[in-house]
């Protein structure tokens, strides 16, 4: 990985820590900003992904959806690439929870198998903190987690296809869980 490879991800982690400033996640303790930053690591680690425009993507995943950033600001701030993938993996909050849902995920089962890795990733994280969740939220974690692992299985490029074992095998340990 190059210098400039190296500056847009480090980029997108302060532009993500800014935008996430003073949000927390579910367990009301946490800084919201963790989370991403964890989806980057899951992604890299895990996952292996080496890309910085999708490492970057995993950073800025919730900009789009969770702060007033829109999809212009991550074009200026980090390229078309990065920008349609953090669109890709966010929804359209305009609409009904079922209506919102179902498109979303009707449009991550179409995209570039870099935006279902993040999602995958994102999807892992959300499995993690989900044990420390009340057991009504941790059944909603766990349900839209095995909805991915249906949707995306059918026609997941072989490739990546230990990606999505090693999702599967973190979904049945938050499954055992329960």
């Known amino acids: 990985m190059n210098q400039t490879d190296i500056s847009l991800m480090l980029e997108a982690v302060s532009f993500a820590a800014r935008k996430h400033a003073g949000q927390?996640?579910?367990?009301?303790?946490?800084?919201?900003?963790?989370?991403?930053?964890?989806?980057?690591?899951?992604?890299?680690?895990?996952?292996?992904?080496?890309?910085?425009?999708?490492l970057a993507a995993a950073a800025l995943h919730d900009t789009i959806e969770d702060t007033a950033t829109d999809r212009d600001?991550?074009?200026?701030?980090?390229?078309?690439?990065?920008?349609?993938?953090?669109?890709?993996?966010?929804?359209?909050?305009?609409?009904?929870?079922?209506?919102r849902e179902r498109e979303y995920f009707e449009t991550l089962c179409v995209a570039p198998i870099e935006v279902r890795l993040c999602k995958l990733a994102d999807l892992y994280d959300n499995l993690t903190d989900a044990a420390t969740l009340h057991s009504s939220s941790r059944g909603k974690t766990i349900a839209k987690a095995q909805q991915a692992l249906e949707l995306f299985s059918p026609g997941f490029p072989d490739e990546y296809r230990w990606a999505l074992d090693c999702f599967e095998q973190r979904l049945k340990v938050a499954i055992g869980s329960l």
């Open 24 to 54: 927390l996640r579910k367990d009301n303790s946490t800084p919201y900003v963790a989370h991403p930053f964890r989806v980057m690591t899951i992604l890299a680690t895990v996952f292996h992904v080496t890309d910085p425009e999708v």
């Open 73 to 99: 600001e991550l074009i200026e701030r980090f390229g078309t690439r990065v920008a349609d993938m953090v669109a890709a993996l966010s929804k359209d909050k305009r609409k009904p929870d079922s209506e």
